[in-house]
Nanobody, 120 residues
Framework: QVKLMESGGGSVQPGGSLTLSCETSGIIYVIYTMGWYRQPPGKQRELVAQ????????YADSVKGRFTVSRDDAAKNAVYLHMNNINPEDTAVYYCNAGMRTVEGVRDYWGQGTQVTVSS
């Protein structure tokens, strides 16, 4: 069974930094675009950052210059979100996403989510 597992969430003060990790498991043939979405309290899920198989990146305007997405295809088939200069508006549940070809065919996979809370 293919899974995505996030880690690294928690509480952080404004201006602080945090790195989220998402590792894949299971039988995976190809990983296409990987990325991060978030759902702030009372709001809809939104794109934060994406990185495709050629390492091209795409960011939401609200995180440009503060967040960096990266991926490790060699060892862990993982995606990371490096968050700097965090502000209270970044409080949300963060979800890892990956488009992959597996025994189930080509589809999107989601992690279970990890909470990031920003408060002083």
């Amino acid at each position: 069974q293919v899974k995505l597992m996030e880690s690294g969430g928690g509480s952080v003060q404004p201006g602080g930094s945090l790195t989220l990790s998402c590792e894949t498991s299971g039988i995976i043939y190809v990983i296409y675009t990987m990325g991060w979405y978030r759902q702030p309290p009372g709001k809809q899920r939104e794109l934060v950052a994406q990185i495709d198989s050629r390492y091209a990146t795409n960011y939401a305007d609200s995180v440009k210059g503060r967040f960096t997405v990266s991926r490790d295809d060699a060892a862990k088939n993982a995606v990371y979100l490096h968050m700097n200069n965090i502000n209270p508006e970044d409080t949300a549940v963060y979800y890892c996403n990956a488009g992959m070809r597996t025994v189930e065919g080509v589809r999107d996979y989601w992690g279970q989510g990890t909470q990031v809370t920003v408060s002083s």
